[in-house]
């Protein structure tokens, strides 16, 4: 079992920026594809970025420009970075990972990930 630990949310108020982190301990970073999604209370879980080893980035089309993705190989740590806050961004987010050994599959949907953080909670208001 992987560990993905998250951190950095909070709250924030609208037009804030906040970083999320995510340290995946057993993964080597080239070999990893990583995700962040997001939780709504009431809604499904939806893919907000993907990052892959190769460093090629997807992101969820409604975010693009506000959030990005990236990775330091050294630290075994995936970032979010989220700009320009809106009250519909609250949400718990995830940290997600799949080993490339696993096979391709489409980078933001929830079954393409076998290992799962805890998530951390994100509230703008």
């Known amino acids: 079992h992987v560990q993905l630990v998250e951190s950095g949310g909070g709250s924030v108020q609208a037009g804030g920026s906040l970083r999320l982190n995510c340290a995946f301990d057993a993964y080597t970073p080239t070999s990893v594809r990583m995700a962040w999604f997001r939780q709504a209370p009431g809604k499904e879980r939806e893919g907000v970025a993907s990052?892959?080893?190769?460093?090629?980035?997807i992101y969820a089309n409604s975010l693009k420009g506000r959030f990005t993705i990236s990775k330091d190989n050294a630290k075994k740590t995936v970032y979010l970075q989220m700009t320009s806050l809106k009250a519909e961004d609250t949400a718990m987010y995830y940290c997600?990972?799949?080993?490339?050994?696993?096979?391709?599959?489409?980078?933001?949907?929830?079954?393409?990930?076998?290992?799962w953080g805890q998530g951390t909670q994100v509230t703008v208001s």
């Open positions: 997600a990972a799949r080993a490339n050994f696993m096979g391709a599959r489409p980078p933001l949907t929830f079954g393409t990930y076998s290992d």
């Open positions: 990052l892959a080893s190769d460093g090629s980035t």
